[in-house]
């Protein structure tokens, strides 16, 4: 019988240390061993999925297959393993209190007092466990949070229990830490590190192996004397320096600091030896593209970094696959409607409108994409980014001056997006929309069906409003193909027009589906069709620099 072994991952000193990096990363590294493994985020807020957050309060939300409304560091386990997600993979605050919350409940306490120790912590014990099993080598669960965060305890203190449930040889406790560099000293400081191990063992977990994120290299002494202060061995402190070039350069940090091989040992893992020349191949095609193109995305909370992770990231596999750097122009739909799209837009060589909701900014997106339609610039929309691409030509081709979406002006004439019937009755915010994975059928030769080279194809979804097929036939006869359909025809879910170089968008999220080895084919067929419109630019610039000269 297998025994799953089992990889806590906490973090200290400060947030945004790329802890959800660290873990895809040795996830990745540990799968690329042979290793079957499982990936899982505890978040200690309250809400129960992040569904209901603001992208300001939260990022991205990242949609997993079977709906599932999560965390944007389960993008990075997606885009660096091959680990099957499911709910099971996100556990808030809010999601364990409401499981304790519905037993207790249905009196499946039996009459006791319900508390935090053991009820809460045997349900995120629970919640562990539902990872293991037969097929599961190693399951790696991540703690958000700061250790010493007062939602975090119950947490920490589960995992630290897990231990003595299953035996401390089947669970390695990794910490992920900053040391800073201070240029007025002119040295790293250990002492935030010291401190935030002190804050774990007073909880009683002793860390095994202390990730350390450094600006700077982390010197043999500074790594024994962390080694001393914090009760490890000094080849279990690891650097990873910050990275120069991409996220994707990670694992590569901790390879050379023997990351791996510290882990199959530690855990008595039997693991074949390392083979990562596509991902080294990979960084090489990053390293040195051979062409490049700039791409527009024009949305709402460009300013938040992390608001359009997904999307952003797969424009630079799209860049990787095709040996070519995408320069992303992030660009605030108000700044268009305020300067106009020939000021802001002028020169890009692609235009893409990412999802949303709410008014703000629409007015401006709607403007970028008559822009890229007008002057044959590619443009991509997604979700929202379909919805303005249909208001628009249906206000600028189709004549219908008074479209829109019912989600901003409910009794508009034509309402050319709306909710069916089945989101009518829906009171409820969280976890309501039309979520997950759907099938859907593409028209032959068109050219998503060129793209994706299939014709059935599964995509995830997180939206309310749908294309109103009350203006099929009109949009039809002005132009627009609908090459895209759930397989029983009802729902639109792509638009395209053939007469334009290329011009895509689509109900669907396909930027939760690419990986840097595997871009996404949509994003690959968009940035390809950018590149193109580049170099043709380029070429028909000096067709007309040579012309110039011979006249002269
Ligand atoms: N607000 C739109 C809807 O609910 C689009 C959502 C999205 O872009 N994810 O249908």
Known sequence: MTQTKHIFVTGGVVSSLGKGLTCASIGMLLERRGLRVRLQKFDPYINVDPGTMSPYQHGEVYVLDDGAETDLDLGHYERFTNAPLSRDCNYTTGKIYQAVINKERQGDYLGRTVQVIPHVTDEIKAAVRKLAGEDVDVVITELGGTVGDIEGRPFLEAIRQFALDIGKQNCLYIHLTFVPFLKAAGEAKTKPTQHSVEKLREIGIQPDILVCRTERELTKDMAEKIALFCNVEPRAVIEERDKEFSIYEVPLSLVENRLDELIVEKLGLRARMLDISDWRAMLQRIKNPTHEVTIAVVGKYIKYQDAYKSVYESLDHAGIGLSSRVVIRRIEAED???????????????????????????????????????????FFGICLGLQC???????????????????????????????????????????????????????????????????????????????????????????????????????????????????????????????????????????????ERREAKKKAEAARRAALLSAS
């Not at 949303?356 to 590619?378: L, N, Q, S, T």
């Not at 479209?403 to 009755?425: M, S």
């Open 389 to 531: 691409a249909v208001i628009e030509f249906a206000r600028n081709v189709v004549g219908l001056t008074d479209a829109n979406t019912t989600e901003i002006e409910r009794n508009c004439q034509h309402p050319v997006v709306c909710l069916l019937d089945a989101q009518h009755t829906i009171t409820q915010m969280g976890g309501t929309m039309r979520l997950g994975l759907y099938p859907c059928a593409l028209v032959e030769g068109s050219r998503a069906h060129q793209a994706y080279g299939q014709a059935l194809v599964h995509e995830r979804h997180r939206h309310r409003y749908e294309f109103n097929n009350q203006y099929r036939q009109q949009f039809t006869a002005n132009g627009m193909l609908f090459s895209g359909t759930s397989p029983d025809g009802k729902l639109v879910e792509v638009v395209e027009l053939p007469a334009h170089p290329w011009f895509v968008a689509v109900q669907c999220h396909p930027e939760f589906r690419s990986k840097p080895t595997h871009a996404h084919p949509l994003f690959r067929g968009f940035v390809k069709a950018a590149l």
């Open 336 to 378: 268009v409607e305020r300067e106009g799209a020939e000021r802001v837009l002028g020169g890009v060589d692609g235009i893409l409108v990412p999802g949303g909701f709410g008014y703000r900014g629409i007015p401006g997106k709607i403007e970028a994409i008559r822009f890229a339609r007008e002057r044959g610039v590619p």
